[in-house]
């Protein structure tokens, strides 16, 4: 049976320069509300109190809150940053149908050929994406008035990073009106 000694008092082996380490211990474990065993040392605390402090302290949490969080957000931008291509790319679209619409309403009519390549030349957009313009589609309605059908056709394979995504497509059409 060993006998503590007295608060205050020397350990058997401890000379006087060793005191100021075990007071500033003692003093930094106070400052930071550590549970001490009953003999003041630190590896024999006991081990509910020490799951109990690790339960309520709350440092790091946020940490471990962005690491979850962060990688659905980074994702979550690339998709608007192409979402915002694919936006751009259909303004190039209503552009160049505007375009085609306007050299197919002159007289004398052009070709089929030249309102391809007039719209093909307008149209715009910035990306991974492909335009498809196939040959206007001419027609007459039940009055014998005659039209062109312009078409534009956007595609665009989308990636999540490091998973592939959808592939959106847009397609926008205009019918025009031929004077005679």
């Known amino acids: 049976m060993s006998v503590r000694p007295e608060r205050g008092a020397l350990p058997d082996g401890y000379c006087h ?20 065993s009953p003999d003041r040392n630190i590896r024999l605390e006991d081990t509910m109190k020490m799951l109990a402090r690790i339960r309520e ?19 979550m931008v690339w998709m608007i940053v192409q979402l915002g291509l694919v936006f751009r790319a259909m303004s190039g679209i209503q552009h160049a149908l505007g375009e085609g619409a306007r050299l197919a309403t ?3 009519a052009p070709t089929n050929t030249q309102i391809e390549t007039k719209i093909t030349d307008a149209v715009y957009g ?28 956007y595609t665009q394979p989308t990636d999540l990073l490091l998973l592939p995504g959808p592939t959106i ?7 025009v ?3 005679d």
């Open 169 to 175: 497509s847009v397609t926008r059409s205009k019918r």
């Open 57 to 75: 302290d709350a440092r790091g949490a946020a940490v471990i809150e962005m690491a979850f969080a962060l990688p659905a957000f980074i994702v």
């Open 17 to 36: 320069g060793s005191l100021y380490a075990h007071v500033f211990t003692a003093l930094l474990c106070h400052q930071r509300g550590w549970n001490l």
């Open 126 to 153: 910035i990306g991974p994406g492909e335009f498809d313009i196939p040959p206007p589609a001419e027609g007459t309605d039940t009055n014998g008035n005659r039209y062109v059908d312009l078409r534009v056709t």
């Open 106 to 108: 002159i007289y004398p």
């Open 177 to 179: 009106w031929r004077a």
